[in-house]
């Protein structure tokens, strides 16, 4: 568990009387589906479990324009989780990876395929804050 408080004074980027927030700290699940297809299972030797959850003091004169996301997105045993909220100026982005150790047979990497794309969008998706 680490836990850290800090400022980060560049951490949104603006444009006009917008800020673009995007996530960090987010895995790439698509790295382990690396290829269009696969002819032998793929071996995932070492679970991943992460959970980040990051709270954003909001400047007072901003309001948020996206929608915050909530999804979850499964495949097997295989889940990643949103779950940002937004309370009193202060915006808390919310992740949970969990990828067990296992094989994914190759008859069921086109579906695998499809988790890890889905799933980096749910962790990468930006958040846009209106400075007013």
Request: proline share 8%; aromatic share 4%.
């Amino acid at each position: 568990v680490l836990r850290a408080t800090g400022r980060v004074p560049g951490f949104a980027q603006r444009s006009g009387n917008f800020l673009s927030i995007a996530p960090p700290f987010g895995p790439r699940v698509s790295q382990l589906a690396a290829l269009p297809q696969r002819q032998t299972p793929l071996l995932m030797a070492e679970a991943t479990h992460r959970e980040v959850e990051l709270k954003l003091v909001l400047p007072k004169n901003a309001q948020l324009v996206s929608d915050l996301p909530q999804v979850i997105v499964r495949d097997a045993e295989r889940t990643v989780q949103v779950h940002d909220s937004s309370r009193h100026g202060e915006l808390t982005l919310s992740r949970i990876v969990d990828l067990p150790a296992g094989r994914v047979k190759p008859k069921d990497y086109p579906q695998f395929l499809d988790f890890a794309r889905h799933a980096d969008e749910a962790l990468s998706q930006s958040l846009r804050v209106q400075l007013r």
